[in-house]
């Protein structure tokens, strides 16, 4: 849940540059969509920035014949992601714009997931404002997810930044061995939209096992690292870990883990050796 920078292209652009080198009947059908296009893109924006994706109902009949929406389909399957194409080089910009996918902030860019998926929305399907970098776990889990109100939008990285408060935390179960399970917790800035998207985004991406699992293996190494400390130097050493990642990123899984450990007399009294 990490935001990114819009990308600085038009839907316009995007979708000549796919359009480009289709055959001359197939390009016909689809420039005779391109102002479809242009307007279900102004739309999106609008929508996205308001938390209105749900309202966006009419771009799913349209157009309704399906050799368009199939046509509009291969702009991204054959045109935009194929790496023979030209417009390949508008794909590699936009996955480069994440290093880390900004859906779980953790595993690597690999693809471009649609925000409305393309299954749904063909009209959208190459409009740079719906293309997130994600990674394949992320896209794979997101699917064809469709919202149904307001309170059903996963964050979208180009609309929505919630990186400046905490709102990722962590608590220790203080049986052996330690683990640590992580939960959302609100600002009180939030109103109940945000609050629910963020819950659904989490569980969406199927963030507290992913963030659980990596804790779990941190804290194996992170056993040997204290055992070898001074018992009285730990709490020092962990408060200072915690704080550091909170600078870098409040929101990072191993500043909400550490966190949690610098406040739990059980693992610093010995709790962290127990296995
Ligand atoms: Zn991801």
Redesign the pocket.
Known sequence: MRPVQAPDLSAREVYALCISKTLPKVKARLKALEEDVVKAADKFEAAASTVALHALAELKTNPSDEADRVQLTKNYTQRLANKDHPAREIYDELKIAGRL?P?????DVETLDHQLPKSLYPLLAVVPSNLVP??R??NTLKSDADPKGSFDQTLHPYFDDISKEQWLFARVHEVAPACVSFYVKPPESWDEVLTARVHWHFQM?GLAELYGNQAGRAMTSLRYVLKRKAPSTIPTYLKDEADGGADEDPNAWKTAMFQALASSSWYINGGFALE
Request: hydrophobic share 35%; with cysteine.
């Open positions: 996918c859906l779980c902030a953790h595993r994600a990674c776990s992320c991406f």
